[in-house]
């Protein structure tokens, strides 16, 4: 399973838009400095994740993401997260994804 992700500094108040193929230990490794294009902005929060059953298909979305066009996709939806951080009643819709059925 691979992961796209969205990360949001609280000390630089920046976005960070990556993937990998283990979530957890990635936003560990972005936390300890171990990257060198997020050390600046430790600590870091997960606002936002997606997954995949390819690479293939995380690369397309996180490309996807990073285009001018869509930093505005990502700005909406960092105000859906402050609202569900605040109790205003956000719940999940994202259905869960079955990769058996995708070879």
């Known amino acids: 399973m691979f992961h796209v992700y969205v990360l949001r500094s609280s000390k630089a108040g920046r976005r960070y838009v990556g993937s990998c193929e283990d979530l ?3 936003l560990r490794r972005h936390n300890l400095g171990h990257s060198k294009a997020t050390r600046h902005g430790i600590a870091w929060t997960l606002i936002h994740s997606e997954r995949f059953c390819s690479r293939t298909e995380a690369s397309k979305k996180e490309r996807y993401y990073k285009s001018g066009r869509r930093r505005e ?31």
């Not at 960092?78 to 956000?90: E, H, I, K, S």
């Open 24 to 26: 957890d230990e990635r």
């Open 73 to 103: 996709e990502l700005d909406q939806l960092q105000w859906v997260v402050l609202a569900a951080a605040t109790g205003r009643g956000f719940e999940s819709r994202r259905p869960e994804i079955d990769c058996s059925r995708a070879r």
